[in-house]
């Protein structure tokens, strides 16, 4: 009898101890880092946008003056 339950006692501290580490192991992540990088790509998306429409700007306003040169 003695043996069994301390097999049993045994294995309620290793499963516990297993449940600990399992807790452990879980990673959280902060709702307002990745709310800041969903900024950042945000402003980089409008950076970009801003970059290829004053770009296709400059090229219509070069070939104009071109043609009436």
């Known amino acids: 009898m003695k ?3 301390s097999g049993t ?3 309620l501290k290793t499963s516990s101890a297993k449940s600990k580490l399992d807790l452990s192991k879980i990673k959280s992540t902060d709702i307002n880092i ?3 990088k969903v900024r950042l790509d ?3 998306d ?3 946008k801003i970059i ?3 770009l296709i700007v400059s090229v219509f306003i070069v ?3 071109i043609t009436f040169i």
């Open 9 to 11: 006692i045994r294995s």
């Open 42 to 44: 945000q402003r980089n």
């Open 63 to 65: 070939t104009g003056i």
């Open 34 to 36: 990745l709310l800041n």
């Open 3 to 5: 043996s069994s339950r």
């Open 52 to 54: 290829y429409f004053s």
């Open 46 to 48: 409008v950076r970009k």
